[in-house]
Nanobody, 124 residues
Framework: QVQLVESGGGLVQAGGSLRLSCAAS????????LGWFRQAPGKAREFVSA????????FYSDSVKGRFIISRDNAKNTVYLQMNTLQPEDTAVYYC?????????????????WGQGTQLTVSS
């Protein structure tokens, strides 16, 4: 089992920045990648970004590419999502997820473990 705990959400004005953290514990050696998804009110959950745990490869959705940066600290078993130039449409609950095998990382069903989520609200 892998446990994931997100933190860093909050309220920020449009144009601002915020960094989310996701701390993993448990069988972290089994992780192949960590990803971020988000779900806005009334919408389906969508892929945001992902990073391989033992490689340098990272992935971004078109909606955040160039604004968000994903990184990881393997020593701390933590993945970060630096979010810049935030817009009201970025408002959502952000979820961290862990995949234990190589799969298309944009797909929710590629992930085996999920955190509880952290709320980001961007005011205009």
């Amino acid at each position: 089992q892998v446990q994931l705990v997100e933190s860093g959400g909050g309220l920020v004005q449009a144009g601002g920045s915020l960094r989310l953290s996701c701390a993993a514990s448990g069988r972290t050696f089994s992780m192949d990648a960590l990803g971020w998804f988000r779900q806005a009110p009334g919408k389906a959950r969508e892929f945001v970004s992902a990073i391989r745990w033992k490689a340098t490869t990272s992935f971004y959705s078109d909606s955040v590419k160039g604004r968000f940066i994903i990184s990881r600290d393997n020593a701390k078993n933590t993945v970060y999502l630096q979010m810049n130039t935030l817009q009201p449409e970025d408002t959502a609950v952000y979820y961290c997820a862990a995949a234990t095998s190589y799969n298309p990382y944009i797909r929710e069903d590629s992930y085996n473990y999920w955190g509880q989520g952290t709320q980001l609200t961007v005011s205009s």
